[in-house]
């Protein structure tokens, strides 16, 4: 190891050797600083410590600032010296091992860098330094520090760094205006405004602006119109972006005549209104209910040259879709295609909706992964899962590949979707190799991924595979919830396998699961089944003191067994504290309940016996669904 030290020296000469001409050479040939000149040097730059040292030279140079194209260029140098030594005081001493003099503007540039980077962390331990250094930190400074303790969410150190600052400026006042503005801390927002006002700066067109956007979002009608009337007391004039605001707000609040009169003054001042401005006017009439309106507006805006966008269409879609004008929402997403207008995500998630509830699901595998729109992997997924709820599950395996060929790394909820429509074509086992595949490359995957091949299995009859994989991946220790163990018990008593069951359903508390109502549903129907009546009450004991509140599918359960077993008069108490508690029998109980009706007393009060009458003779029952099959199990744990 003797041999280190000497090699590092030599470096570190050989560093201020190449940093000391490169500053003498500028200065003998008196070539001015330019950013062209600073990025270009950065990029041919050999040693990182050699461009953030000439970069901190060229800001200390007369009237030379660095341009923020050129803190961007530097951010990357700095980010791999920070992971080269590990913290902000070993760059400092590289820089001194260099030859490069430490001054408190070092630690500025340093901050508006880090900054700059998003490397919150590193900007704050640049702060403290400063301290360890006897630097007092200028207001621009603490500005800089007090914007990244908003960005971190650090709103309460935030405030207390602003109450320690002696000298706020007007930009320090902004920034806590900004931030507050976006968390919505309307309380917040008018303080910091009046303490600017009582600083005696002069609030500007983007300090109403913040304001007055926060006012809007919130609902603050009133205090928009005092803060209007201040504005204007002020000398100050409206902008475009206010007057949009102001038209907004009284959209919002139903006014929408005294919006539309507003957009006329807004003209005759001399403001032609832009696509916002008309998307918050057509939202205000479709909510006004004032549909002959719309159509006049979008002429005006046609003929003033301003064209629409993406987000107006959204808009019309979601209000079409609102008022069930469902093809109406479809015609005005082809309406984008006509004037060349990429979707965006909202666009899609939006007809996706649509076609749900139109019923027209039959046009999603033509229109949806065909549209030029820019996907994320949510979107991609909600698509996915769309196409295999819909009945497209061979559209669905299709369109996961899809997913991978545009780069996305598929993620739990990928999984789930490729494996529910793998099960539902019937490929059963390229669904199993493709689970354990996941398993394999990921063991700590989502608890969901696990429920999606017990259920594709158990609805396809392979109950006996099903319970393979549980049991393979209880003794791999995978990530297992309720709903995967209430999918387990069902695919045993699928399975005829009770004892088995009911084992399992013992040894929940063993895996630190508690069942929840599905899970006992899932007993009570095996119970039934095999007509235990004696397993019934214990299961229902065990349900009261777990605390665990039966539902309509519980008290359905136990009513069919008890007529089953001639229990007449139980099935009848039962069914009067089913309907006490606004619950209703299915079709069914209530068919059962109607071939014995005979001998099942209704002599009770006069409104039980009409409740119970109503429930026989009409068609008002919950129509049966299969209760006890995994789609039902998933949603009612849930999934």
């Known amino acids: 190891m003797i041999w280190r030290r000497p090699v590092t020296l030599s470096w570190h000469r050989t560093l201020k050797t190449l940093a000391n001409p490169v500053a003498k050479s500028l200065e003998k040939s008196r070539l001015s600083l330019s950013p062209q000149i600073v990025d270009s040097t950065l990029s041919n730059c050999p040693s990182d410590t050699i461009a953030l040292s000439f970069f901190l030279w060229c800001a200390r140079q007369p009237d030379y600032f660095h341009d923020p194209r050129s803190f961007d260029r530097i951010v990357p140098v700095v980010r791999r010296l920070t992971d080269r030594f590990g913290s902000v005081p070993g760059i400092i001493e590289e820089l001194e091992s260099v030859g490069c003099p430490v001054k408190a503007q070092t630690f500025i540039i340093l901050l508006r860098v880090y900054w700059r980077g998003n490397l919150y962390s590193s900007a704050l331990e640049v702060f403290d330094e400063m301290g360890k250094w006897n630097f007092a930190p200028n207001t621009f400074a603490r500005n800089i520090i007090l914007d990244v303790l908003f960005r971190i969410g650090d709103i309460d150190a935030a405030l207390k760094f602003l109450r320690g600052t002696q000298s706020p400026n007007f930009l320090t006042y902004n920034i806590v ?151 109406d929402a479809i015609d005005v997403f082809f309406c984008l295609r006509d004037r060349n207008l990429k979707p965006d995500a909202y666009t899609i998630s939006t007809l996706m909706s649509i076609l749900r509830l139109s019923r027209k699901i039959s046009l999603l595998p033509q229109l949806v992964p065909r549209v030029d729109v820019s996907f994320d992997l949510v979107l991609c997924n909600s698509v996915l899962s769309l196409l295999s709820k819909a009945g497209f599950p061979s559209q669905a395996v299709e369109f996961y590949g899809d997913i991978v060929d545009r780069g996305f790394k598929p993620d739990c909820y990928s999984y789930v979707g ?46 006996y595979e099903a319970i393979r994989l549980f049991r393979r991946a209880v003794s791999e220790n995978c990530l297992l919830d309720v709903v995967a163990f209430t ?144 789609d039902a199990l998933v949603v009612c744990s849930g999934k």
Request: a positive charge; aromatic letters at 10%; glycine letters at 6%.
């Open 177 to 327: 205006l900004s931030n507050l503005s976006k968390s919505g801390d309307w309380v917040g927002v008018w303080e910091v405004f009046k303490a600017i006002v009582k600083s005696g700066f002069r609030p500007n067109a983007g300090t109403f602006t913040v304001v007055f956007d926060c006012c809007r979002k919130l609902g603050r009608f009133r205090e928009l119109l005092q803060l209007l009337s201040f504005m204007l007391v002020s000398g100050m004039q409206l902008t475009l972006a206010i007057w949009t605001m102001l038209i907004d707000s009284l959209c919002q609040v139903g006014q929408v005549d005294s919006a539309i009169r507003l957009l006329e003054k807004m003209v005759k001042s001399g403001f032609s209104p832009n696509v916002v401005t008309y998307t918050s006017l057509v939202k205000g009439l479709f909510r006004a209910q004032k549909h002959d309106k719309i159509v006049g507006l979008l002429d005006s805006m046609s003929s003033d040259d301003c064209n629409p966008d993406v987000v107006l269409y959204n808009v019309m879609m979601d209000c079409f879709s609102k008022e069930r004008r469902y093809d």
């Open 418 to 463: 490729l494996l529910n429509s793998l099960c539902q074509i019937g490929r059963i086992d390229y669904a199993i190799n493709v689970y354990l595949g996941i398993l394999m490359n990921n063991p700590n995957v989502d608890p969901y991924v696990h429920t999606a091949i017990l259920v594709g299995l158990i609805k396809n009859g392979k109950y």
């Open 487 to 630: 999918n387990a018990i069902h695919g045993l008593f699928r399975a005829s396998m009770y004892k088995e069951a009911c084992d399992l359903f013992d040894q929940l508390k063993e895996f630190g699961v508690s069942p929840n109502t599905c899970t006992y549903n899932v007993m009570l129907r095996g119970f039934c089944k095999a007509r235990d009546l004696n397993a019934v009450q214990l299961l229902l004991r065990d349900m009261e003191l777990a605390e665990v509140e039966m539902d309509s599918i519980s008290f359905n359960t136990i009513v069919v067994l008890l007529i089953k077993l001639n229990r007449f008069r139980s099935a009848s108490r039962l069914v009067r504290k089913m309907l006490d508690l606004g619950m209703q029998p299915n079709s069914a109980t209530c068919s059962l309940l109607s071939r014995h009706r005979s001998r099942i007393s209704v002599k009770q009060n006069g409104d039980f016996c009409q409740q119970f009458l109503y429930y026989l003779e009409g068609n008002n029952a919950i129509e049966t669904s299969d209760s006890d099959s995994s």
